[in-house]
């Protein structure tokens, strides 16, 4: 489902974006309205330090299933080439093209997050986006921002600002 972003005073459409979101980004979710300057929250960006690293962003399989997924679209789409569209002549390379990059795009996302997992990269980046906002957490005036802006806190955050310490990377990985 698509929803609409506006602002609460202004009315100014900011995006629409995908609900539920997808591909949850990490980050300082706070923006400023480009029209009033009034502060909101993006929908797409999380705080790492509140809602943790899910498994899935490390999960083999699931990049291993897309990267499988890509070469089966690929195909799809170089067997299209080959094919008479149902649609108008000027059309004809629109689908294969499209399906053909699709199937690309899957592999090489795919393949790429796999090699960042196996040498350790991508771990190191999460580790470190973490930290980053445990840092941000540790402001109460942050805390407090987020919390007025909407922004789901889970029970007891407001008196506990910070979530996590640097003691608790270790368990972050956890299953792994
Ligand atoms: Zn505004």
Redesign the pocket.
Known sequence: MRKVLK?K??N?KIMSYDYPVLQVRYGNPIRR?K??N?EYLDPRYKEMGIEGIKDSDFSKASFTVMTVIGVLILARGIYLFGTEPLGAKELKLVMPLFWTGVGIFMIVGGIFELIRINNGSKQTKYLRMYEESCERLKDEIYVEKLYKLGYDLPAGFLNRPGGGTADDDADIFAGH
């Open positions: 602002c005073y202004c100014k309205c029209k009033c009034a």
